[in-house]
């Protein structure tokens, strides 16, 4: 078992950056592949960015591609989402997820944080 707190959210102007943490607790962390995942109203859940148990070679989506970064620091059982560049389309709920495969489908993630608002505004 997992558990994960995602924290940073908040409301920015277009331009801005954010950084989101995800705090991990429970078994090792380092045994899971993390992914960052968001959901804006209406839309379905989609995969931000993803990165292996060892940190290499992070995939992003097409959308943040130049703009966000994702990092894990397994001895803090943490992961990293630094944003930068906003876009109003940004626009979202956050969460931090982790799993035994490295995927960009949700349902290939077991263990789920609470999420964490990001608005961004024109």
């Known amino acids: 078992q997992v558990q994960l707190v995602e924290s940073g959210g908040g409301l920015v102007q277009a331009g801005g950056s954010l950084r989101l943490s995800c705090a991990a607790s429970?078994?090792?962390?380092?045994?899971?592949?993390v992914g960052w995942f968001r959901q804006a109203p209406g839309k379905e859940r989609e995969a931000v960015a993803v990165?292996?148990?060892?940190?290499?070679?992070?995939y992003y989506a097409d959308s943040v591609k130049g703009r966000f970064t994702m990092s894990r620091d397994n001895a803090k059982n943490s992961s990293f989402l630094q944003m930068n560049s906003l876009k109003p389309e940004d626009t979202a709920v956050y969460y931090c997820?982790?799993?035994?495969?490295?995927?960009?489908?949700?349902?290939?993630?077991?263990?789920w944080g609470q999420g964490t608002q990001v608005t961004v505004s024109s």
């Open positions: 990165i292996s148990w060892n940190g290499v070679s992070p």
């Open positions: 429970g078994s090792t962390f380092s045994d899971y592949n």
């Open positions: 997820a982790a799993g035994r495969v490295a995927t960009i489908q949700a349902a290939g993630y077991s263990y």
